[in-house]
């Protein structure tokens, strides 16, 4: 199979950002005087868009509407600050993206992070990679829901089943799976092995540059593994 793009997840996948996120929803929760979590708890809680992680660190007492559009317009205010703070690109994701655009290989990015962010951040830490950059605009077309997947199959004028989708959580699988990409794992990022291949992975890599192998591209000389 020759595989013509790669759509990649932002969050655990492309970027460690796990820091920036939990600082801005701990400071968010203290405004409330509500309990914070650690940067562990945090990686359990992201995967399903900001609003979803805001619901999951409340205390469960105050999950009603108003607290959640409350905490979450208050952590939506800090984070947009503060979102590329202690952010960044994991060691071989840029050579890897360097060998990919190389060789012509067609690149996206698709999150459930709110579409202005994913922006800001993917243009502040990996300008000029990208043919598109989508994250999210409308709750109901949140991954695992693959309707912006292919929505981007059908700008980037390439068939489903010659992209690769990446990410990291049981939703990126899914997303892939629902969309007919070939789905691949990070290890890297914020769930287990096991989890990935339950929920679809094809396979699971441990290193950015093992994503070349699928597509029999040789890395280039500065960025063997």
Not at 178 to 190: E, L, M, P, R
Not at 196 to 225: F, M, R, W, Y
């Amino acid at each position: 199979m020759t595989y013509k793009a790669v759509i990649f997840d932002l969050d655990g996948t492309l970027v460690n950002s796990i820091q920036d996120i939990a600082d801005a929803m701990n400071k968010a929760l203290k405004v409330y005087d509500y309990p914070l979590h650690s940067y562990e708890a945090y990686k359990d809680f992201i995967g399903k868009g900001i609003k979803s992680l805001v619901i999951k660190a409340l205390p469960e007492s105050k999950r009603n509407n108003a607290q959640i559009t409350r905490s979450f317009n208050t952590m939506m205010e800090i984070y947009s600050n503060q979102c590329t703070i202690k952010t960044y690109a994991y060691s071989g994701i840029k050579e890897l993206l360097d060998t990919l655009k190389s060789s012509q290989i067609k690149l996206s990015v698709l999150s459930n992070k709110e579409d202005k962010l994913t922006k800001k951040v993917v243009m502040s830490l990996l300008p000029n990679y990208f043919e598109t950059v989508d994250g999210l605009t409308i709750e109901a077309h949140k991954k695992p829901n693959p309707i912006k997947a292919i929505e981007i199959s059908n700008r980037l004028n390439i068939k489903p089943e010659d992209i690769i989708y990446v990410g990291d959580t049981d939703v990126d699988m899914q997303t892939a799976n629902n969309a007919n990409f070939f789905a691949v794992g990070v290890s890297w990022g914020f769930r287990t092995k096991e989890e990935l291949i339950a929920n679809g992975a094809k396979l699971v890599i441990d290193h950015p540059l093992e994503l070349l192998n699928i597509l029999e591209i040789t890395p280039q000389e500065c960025c063997s593994i």
